[in-house]
């Protein structure tokens, strides 16, 4: 099964052509024969990354948002913030399994990420930190099982028709 899938950039220095993440993902995303609908770079603005994720949430052909940036510890970095002012519910396991992997990679570096994900309006928003290691610890580690619906013994994609049940 294809998974229709959305990827922001959130930086402030970074542009299209030398997003290494983001160009990590892109290819990944393809590699795993999923459909990449859109993909943008905005600055770490709040009001801004939180209109483009309001905007994708509210398409039907979206299942899945992936950032990438804005996960860490300094003042600009504010991407778990704005995902929390729009979630429906907290996936806490997939921090906790993505800094589980990271710490394999880089020791206790590992506990400055805050990457997470969210449901919101019966999306998956995962929010990645910015590093191309860490993306790559992401993807390869979880989101490449998580979105295959072969997976087992579960996986985020059997739950897509159950999302926004009331």
């Known amino acids: 099964m294809q998974v229709n899938i959305a990827l922001l950039t959130v930086t402030d220095t970074r542009t299209i052509e030398n997003d290494k993440s983001g160009a990590i993902l892109v290819k990944k995303i393809k590699e795993h024969n999923h459909n990449l609908i859109?993909?943008?770079i905005v600055k770490d603005e709040k009001d801004q990354i939180k209109k483009i994720l309001l905007e994708w949430i509210k398409k039907d052909n979206l299942d899945v948002i992936i950032t990438t940036g804005g996960t860490g510890l300094t003042g600009r970095d504010i991407t778990p913030e704005v995902?929390?002012?729009i979630k429906d519910k907290e996936i806490p396991?997939?921090?906790?399994?993505?800094?589980?992997?990271?710490?394999?990679?880089?020791?206790?570096?590992?506990?400055?990420?805050?990457?997470?994900?969210?449901?919101?309006?019966?999306?998956?928003?995962f929010a990645l930190p910015?590093?191309?290691?860490?993306?790559?610890?992401?993807?390869?580690?979880?989101?490449?099982?998580?979105?295959?619906?072969?997976?087992?013994?579960?996986?985020?994609?059997?739950?897509?028709?159950?999302?926004k049940e009331k």
């Open 38 to 40: 859109d993909r943008k």
């Open 83 to 85: 995902i929390g002012e």
């Open 93 to 125: 396991g997939f921090g906790e399994l993505f800094r589980e992997l990271s710490y394999k990679t880089i020791g206790t570096s590992a506990m400055q990420s805050r990457a997470c994900a969210v449901l919101a309006n019966g999306k998956y928003i």
């Open 130 to 163: 910015g590093s191309s290691g860490g993306v790559t610890d992401a993807w390869d580690g979880i989101l490449k099982y998580q979105l295959d619906i072969n997976h087992k013994p579960c996986n985020f994609v059997e739950l897509f028709p159950r999302l």
